[in-house]
C-alpha cells in the first residue's frame, strides 16, 4: 500500500470521453454517495452495538470494559503500522477497516451467534451443549466471515492499495482488532457486573481473571485468526494476472476455513479437560503466532529487497540517482532522508520525500510484476505516471536520499551513467537532474 496514490490518477478533461461518462452517472454510482452510505452503515452499527452492549453490562460495566478493552489497541495498531512501513497505506483503509471490526462486524457476530444458539438450544432442548455448539462452531463461522467482509471490501474496492501479502496481513489484522475491541468490553463489563453482583475485588475477582486472559495473555488472538484470510487475499492480489481464475478464488476461502478452524480449536480448548486451554495456548497458539510473525516480517524485508533490486533499472535509465536504490531499499535511511528533508526545508519537503518514497515503492513493485508477466494491460500508463511523480520531486528528495545513502553505507564504487552527474553520489543540492529521461527500461 502507499501514503499517497500508488499509481496517481488526474481527473478527466470535462469534454473527454470520461467527463462525458461522469456527466451520466447514475446518482448511486458517484464516490460521495457511496462513501456516505458507507459511513452511515458503520455509524448505525456502532449505535447499536453500543446500545446492545451497554445494555448487558450496564453503563458501569460499559465504562469500566472500555476502560480496559482499550489498552493493547494501540499496541497492536502500531505493530501492524510497522508491518506495513515499507509501503504505508492509507489512513482511510484502517480507519474503514477498524471501524467494520468494531461495529458492523461485532453486530453482524452478536445478533447472529444469539440467534444461532437460542434455535439450536430450543431444536434439541439442551442449552449447555447449544453453547457449547455455539461457542465452537457457529461463532468461528460468523464472526470470521464478518471480519473477512472488510478485506473483501478493500480488495474489490481498494485494489492499487492491495497488492500482496503484507496489505491482507495488515487490513485483516486491523479489522480484528476493532472486533476484539468490541469483544472485550462486552466480556470486562459482563464480568463486572458479576464482581459486583458477588462482591469479589482484586486478583481474585472475575474481571481480573478476564483481563489476564484475554488482554494479557491472549490480546493477538483474534488478528492471529483473521490474519490468515487477509494472507489468502493477498496471494489472491499477487496472482491479479493469473489466468486460473478458479486458483484465485480458492486461495481467500482456504484461508478463510483456516481462520475459522483455529478460532474453533481455540474457542474449544475450555472443553478439553481441566488444563485444555494452556494446553492449547502453549502447544498451537504461541507457536502459531511465532509463525505468522517470522512470516510478516520476512515478506516485509522482501519488499525491501524487490526496491533495491528494481530500481537499478530506472538508476541506470536516468530517472534516479546511482544512491536512490540503496536509500530506498533501506528504512534507517527512509528515516534518515525524511528527517534531513524536514530539517532543512520545513515539513513540506519531509512531506515530499514521504511522498517520493512511496511513489518509488510503487514502481519498484509495478515493474516486478511486470517482469513476471502480471503487469497488466495498463502498465505503460502506470509507470509512466509513477515516473512523473518522481520527477517533480526529485530537487528535493534527492539530496535528502543522498545523505541517506552516504550515512547508512560506505561509498561504493559505481559505473559512470552516460549522462551528466554531480558529486559522489549523484545529483547535487538542488540542482536539476538534466533534462526529462525519455528512456523506458521496459523498451530495451
Given at each position: ?5 500508488p499509481?496517481?490518477?488526474?481527473p ?8 462525458g461518462?461522469?456527466r451520466?452517472m ?8 457511496r462513501?456516505s ?5 458503520l455509524?448505525?452499527?456502532g ?7 451497554r ?24 505493530a ?20 467494520w ?15 444461532a ?24 463461522i ?16 481498494r485494489r ?10 495488515v ?5 480484528a ?8 468490553i ?51 492480489a ?5 489466468r486460473?481464475?478458479?486458483r484465485?478464488?480458492?486461495?481467500p476461502l482456504?484461508g ?38 517470522w ?16 530500481l ?12 536512490e536504490?540503496?536509500?530506498l531499499?533501506?528504512?534507517r535511511a ?20 514521504t511522498?517520493y ?38 530537487e ?5 536520499l543522498?545523505?541517506a ?40
Amino acid at each position: 500500500m502507499a501514503t499517497c496514490p500508488p499509481y496517481p490518477t488526474h481527473p478527466p478533461h470535462p469534454g473527454g470521453p470520461a467527463g462525458g461518462a461522469l456527466r451520466h452517472m447514475r446518482w448511486w454510482q458517484r464516490r460521495w454517495v457511496r462513501y456516505s452510505a458507507l459511513c452511515t452503515l458503520l455509524a448505525l452499527s456502532g449505535l447499536v452495538i453500543l446500545a446492545l452492549v451497554r445494555q448487558q453490562t450496564g453503563t458501569e460495566g460499559f465504562l469500566v470494559g472500555l476502560g480496559l478493552a482499550v489498552l493493547p489497541v494501540p499496541l497492536l495498531i502500531a505493530a501492524f503500522r510497522w508491518l506495513d512501513r515499507v509501503a504505508p497505506g492509507p489512513w482511510r483503509n484502517l480507519l474503514f477497516s477498524f471501524a467494520w471490526g468494531a461495529c458492523a462486524a461485532a453486530l453482524i457476530a452478536i445478533v447472529a451467534n444469539s440467534f444461532a444458539t437460542r434455535w439450536i438450544a430450543t431444536a434439541t432442548a439442551d442449552p449447555t451443549s447449544a453453547d457449547t455448539l455455539g461457542a465452537t462452531v457457529i461463532a468461528p463461522i460468523v464472526e470470521e466471515s464478518a471480519k473477512a467482509a472488510a478485506v473483501l471490501l478493500v480488495f474489490l474496492f481498494r485494489r492499487r492499495d492491495f497488492t500482496g501479502i503484507v496489505d491482507g496481513v495488515v487490513i485483516a489484522g486491523v479489522t480484528a482488532t476493532g472486533f476484539a475491541f468490541t469483544e472485550n468490553i462486552l466480556y470486562l463489563g459482563t464480568a463486572f457486573g458479576t464482581d459486583q453482583l458477588t462482591g469479589d475485588r482484586g486478583i481474585a475477582s472475575v474481571t481480573a481473571a478476564t483481563f489476564f486472559v484475554r488482554v494479557i495473555m491472549s490480546p493477538f488472538a483474534h488478528p492471529l485468526f483473521t490474519v490468515l484470510t487477509g494472507i489468502g487475499f493477498g496471494l489472491a492480489a499477487a496472482m491479479a494476472s493469473d489466468r486460473r481464475q478458479v486458483r484465485r478464488v480458492l486461495v481467500p476461502l482456504t484461508g478463510l476455513l483456516l481462520a475459522m478452524g483455529m478460532h474453533a480449536i481455540w474457542n474449544g480448548s475450555s472443553s478439553f479437560g481441566e488444563y485444555g486451554f494452556f494446553g492449547v495456548y502453549a502447544l498451537f497458539m504461541v507457536p502459531a503466532f511465532g509463525l505468522l510473525t517470522w512470516l510478516a516480517v520476512w515478506t516485509r524485508q522482501r519488499e525491501l529487497r524487490t526496491v533495491r533490486e528494481e530500481l537499478p533499472a530506472y538508476a541506470a535509465a536516468g530517472w534516479l540517482t546511482p544512491a536512490e536504490p540503496f536509500a530506498l531499499g533501506s528504512m534507517r535511511a527512509r528515516q534518515l532522508a525524511r528527517d534531513y528533508a524536514g530539517h532543512h526545508f520545513g515539513k513540506p519537503a519531509a512531506q515530499a520525500v514521504t511522498q517520493y518514497e512511496a511513489y518509488a515503492t510503487s514502481l519498484a513493485f509495478l515493474r516486478h510484476r511486470g517482469r513476471k508477466g502480471r503487469g497488466g494491460t495498463d502498465f505503460p500508463r502506470r509507470e509512466r505516471e509513477l515516473l512523473n511523480e518522481l520527477w517533480l520531486r526529485r530537487e528535493v528528495a534527492r539530496p535528502a536520499l543522498d545523505y541517506a545513502a552516504r550515512m547508512t553505507a560506505p561509498p561504493v564504487p559505481v559505473a559512470a551513467p552516460p549522462w551528466p552527474v554531480y558529486g559522489a553520489y549523484g545529483y547535487g543540492y538542488g540542482y536539476p537532474a538534466g533534462p526529462y529521461p525519455s528512456y523506458n527500461p521496459y523498451q530495451s
